[in-house]
């Protein structure tokens, strides 16, 4: 158990629609990255947020977003979803937003049909 | 901007024999960080093990050990005494130690799928 908890574990929607995937990172983590596995794509970096602010972007979507709260959980939000975007999507997290080692979560599964 | 390459998409190992799953790299930049991550059926990501660009010394954790050739862009993971519960996906990963941007992402290989007979 890395300490990092995501929520829901699968999520099984319809094309067009909009869902959240949520991530609780270690306690005084104050970063975290989320990441999509795919079969096209493998495993690719979407986002990171550090200490509630945007920190890098890498291959996310417009249609996709993602926020950090004051306590520090972050949520992704998918919208219009295809069925494409059915995938693993991870959150991980370190302490600082720098060299430290990101502890994955174990992913929520999501399901385009 | 950097890539990972894992050119063996399947591998096999008898239990108790060692195997080599094999991973190269591209970067420009001299500072960064290289890592093996295990993803077995339950889908969770595991740390297996990390290597420091500027250190010489090949990293180990008990049974896993790398060899890693900075000039090559080469770093392979060896497993040795090869259980069954080493069955798993492996991915090679690259993280830039530059600061700024998403220097900080992990970039990933595509995944070696290894079996382990009985």
């Known amino acids: 158990d890395s300490g990092v908890t995501q929520t829901p574990k699968h999520l099984i929607t319809a094309t067009g629609q909009r869902v959240t995937l949520r991530c609780s990172p270690r306690s005084g983590d104050l970063s975290v990255y989320w990441y999509q596995q795919s079969l096209d794509q493998g495993l690719q970096f979407l986002i990171q947020y550090y200490n509630g602010e945007e920190r890098a972007k890498g291959n996310i979507l417009e249609r996709f977003s993602a926020q950090q709260f004051p306590d520090l959980h972050s949520e992704l939000n998918l919208s219009s979803l295809e069925l494409g975007d059915s995938a693993l999507y991870f959150c991980a997290s370190s302490v600082t937003s720098g060299r430290d080692e990101q502890f994955f979560g174990p992913g929520t599964r999501l399901t385009v049909l | 901007a950097q890539t990972v390459t894992q050119s063996q998409p399947e591998m096999s190992v008898q239990e108790a024999e060692t195997v080599t799953l094999s991973c190269t790299y591209d970067?420009?930049?001299?500072?960064?960080?290289l890592f093996w991550y295990k993803q077995p059926p339950s889908r969770q990501m595991i740390l297996v093990i990390r290597?420091?660009?500027?250190?010489?010394q090949n990293a180990t954790e008990n049974r896993f050990s790398v060899n890693f050739q900075k000039a090559a862009k080469s770093f392979s993971l060896k497993i040795s005494d090869s259980q069954l519960g080493d069955a798993a996906m492996y991915f090679c990963a690259y993280r830039s130690l530059r600061s700024g941007g998403s220097n900080y992402k992990l970039t990933f290989g595509k995944g070696t799928l290894l079996t382990v007979n009985p």
């Open positions: 290597q420091e660009a500027y250190k010489q």
């Open positions: 970067t420009s930049e001299s500072d960064y960080y």
